[in-house]
C-alpha cells in the first residue's frame, strides 16, 4: 500500500524505501521495548508503543529523507504526502492485525458482565467467547469461556473504515485530510478502546498507551501546521497500480515479510511438543 501510494504521487523509489526501511527500523525493536518498559513483559509486543514512536519520529524521518532526495537531484519528497501515505498504511495495518488477536485471543474486551446495562444489551448478540488454554485471554486473565466484548473487531471495523476513506482522500490529493482522519480515527480511538479492555497495560487507572495516544492528537495539529504549505504532486491511481507490476518490488516484498514473520512470528510463550510411536498392532 505504502509503495503503491507514493508512485502514485510520483515520489522516487529511493524515497520511499528510505522512509520505509528506516521506519521499520525504529518501529520494530520498540515494540518490544516499550512493552518491556510499560508492561515490565520481555515476552509480548505493542504496537501501541511502535506506533508512539513511529509517529513521533517518522516526519523527521521523511523531512531528512527530502533534504538528501532534493540534493542528490532524486526528486521531490512532499512531507505531507508521505505523511498521509505512512498514515493510512498504519491505520490499515493495524485494523487488519486486529484480526490476529482474535486468533490469538490478546488485546481482548472486558466481560460483560462488568460492563454497564446498555453496552451489555448491545453485545448480548455479539460478543466473543474463546476457548482453549493457549488463548492469551485464558492464561493471562482466565476469561475463556466467558462473553466478552469484541473489541478488537471493533477496532477492525473503525480502523480499516478510515484507512479506506483516507485513501480516497489521498486519491483525490486531499492529503491533509487523509492524514487527519487516519490519525484522529487511530488516536483518539485507542485510549477509548482501553476503556474496554480487560487485558494487562501497566499500572495505573490510566495506561501509558492511552496517554500516547492523547498526546499525538495536538501533535498531528503541530504537523499539520508546519507541513502543509508548499506545492504537492497530484495523484494519480493509475501511476501506482502500474508502478506495482516490478518482479524486483515483489521479491523485496516477500523478503520483508520473511523477516517480519520470522521476528514476531517465533512464539516465546507456547510451546509444542511431537510425539512419535510404534503401532505394535501393525508390525
Known amino acids: 500500500m505504502m509503495y503503491l501510494l507514493m508512485a502514485a504521487t510520483n515520489t522516487p523509489l529511493v524515497g520511499t524505501v528510505a522512509v520505509m526501511s528506516s521506519t521499520l527500523a525504529i518501529c520494530v525493536p520498540s515494540s518490544k521495548l516499550i512493552a518491556r518498559i510499560v508492561e515490565h513483559k520481555k515476552h509480548t509486543s505493542t504496537i501501541g508503543g511502535a506506533s508512539f514512536v513511529g509517529l513521533l519520529l517518522t516526519p523527521w524521518i521523511i523531512q531528512g529523507t527530502q533534504v538528501v532526495c532534493l540534493s542528490t537531484g ?25 484480526l490476529a488477536c482474535i486468533s490469538f485471543g490478546c488485546c481482548y474486551g472486558k466481560p460483560l458482565a462488568q460492563v454497564c446495562p446498555w453496552l451489555k444489551r448491545v453485545f448480548a448478540n455479539h460478543s466473543f467467547v474463546f476457548t482453549g488454554a493457549t488463548k492469551k485471554i485464558a492464561y493471562a486473565s482466565g476469561l475463556d469461556g ?3 466484548v469484541p473489541i478488537q473487531a ?7 473504515s478510515a484507512s479506506l476513506t483516507a485513501t480516497l482522500l489521498f486519491l483525490q490529493s486531499k492529503y491533509v485530510a487523509a492524514f487527519l482522519i487516519a490519525m484522529l480515527a487511530t488516536q483518539i480511538w485507542r485510549p477509548l478502546s482501553e476503556l474496554l479492555r480487560a487485558d494487562y497495560r501497566g499500572t495505573g487507572t490510566i495506561s501509558a498507551y492511552q ?8 501533535y498531528a495539529l503541530v504537523l499539520v501546521w508546519y507541513f502543509s504549505s508548499g506545492p504537492v504532486p497530484v495523484a494519480h491511481l493509475a501511476v501506482g497500480l502500474r508502478a506495482l507490476w516490478n ?16 521476528y514476531f512470528g517465533w512464539s516465546t510463550v507456547t510451546e509444542s511438543t511431537l510425539l512419535f510411536h510404534v503401532k505394535s498392532e501393525e508390525i
Open 211 to 218: 496517554v500516547m495516544g492523547l498526546a499525538m492528537v495536538p
Open 146 to 148: 466467558q462473553q466478552v
Open 74 to 98: 532524486a526528486g521531490q519528497v512532499a512531507v505531507m504526502v508521505v505523511l498521509a501515505a505512512v498514515m493510512i498504511c498504519y491505520t490499515l495495518g493495524e485494523g487488519l492485525g486486529r
Open 154 to 160: 471493533l477496532t477492525t471495523v473503525i480502523y480499516i
Open 247 to 262: 518482479p524486483l518490488l515483489v521479491v523485496v516484498l516477500e523478503g520483508l515479510w520473511g523477516c517480519i514473520f520470522v
